[in-house]
């Protein structure tokens, strides 16, 4: 698969990720923290994508 597709990808499902958890951590846990919460998991998720997508093209 073309790398520019699979960034993306990567970064549309990101976003998705994001906007989901955004709109439920807030039920869950206090709003302060599941902001910060989702922000964390965000920069996970792009962070492990990019390594992943990085030694698959190496």
Same mark, same amino acid.
């Given at each position: /698969?073309? &790398?520019r597709l699979?960034? @993306?990808i990567?970064? =549309?499902s990101g976003f998705f990720i994001l906007i989901v958890m955004l &709109? @439920? =951590?807030p039920m869950i846990m @206090?709003?302060? /923290? &599941? #902001?910060?919460a989702a922000i964390v998991?965000?920069?996970t998720f792009l962070s492990? &994508?990019? #390594?992943l997508v990085n030694e698959k093209i190496t």
């Amino acid at each position: /698969m073309d &790398a520019r597709l699979l960034d @993306v990808i990567i970064g =549309l499902s990101g976003f998705f990720i994001l906007i989901v958890m955004l &709109a @439920v =951590l807030p039920m869950i846990m @206090v709003a302060g /923290m &599941a #902001y910060l919460a989702a922000i964390v998991i965000f920069i996970t998720f792009l962070s492990g &994508a990019g #390594y992943l997508v990085n030694e698959k093209i190496t």
